[in-house]
């Protein structure tokens, strides 16, 4: 399954989410692909105010701060659907 992760430069809420992905990618036959909101006008007014967003399967499966439980959470579910 591919996510795709809402982020910018200089988001350490950004970097933060994608080192808690990072070790559940390959595990869950997951991949992840970064988008820079600042490259796209629509996805900048979508989610400037609200990064990081992961969208899984065109759902918004996280946004903003996210801790270890809730990505562990949340893979756990992507797994199952």
């Known amino acids: 399954m591919e996510l795709i992760l809402y982020s910018h430069d200089d988001c350490p809420l950004c970097d933060c989410l ?28 979508a989610y ?7 969208v899984a399967d065109g759902r918004e499966i996280l946004e903003g701060k996210s801790d270890e439980q809730t990505v562990e959470r949340v893979v756990a579910m992507l797994g199952a659907g």
């Open 18 to 45: 994608e080192s808690l992905l990072v070790p559940h990618l390959e595990k869950h036959n997951l991949s992840l692909i970064k988008r820079n909101i600042k490259d796209n006008p629509a996805w900048h007014k």
């Open 48 to 54: 400037r105010h609200r990064i990081p967003v992961l």
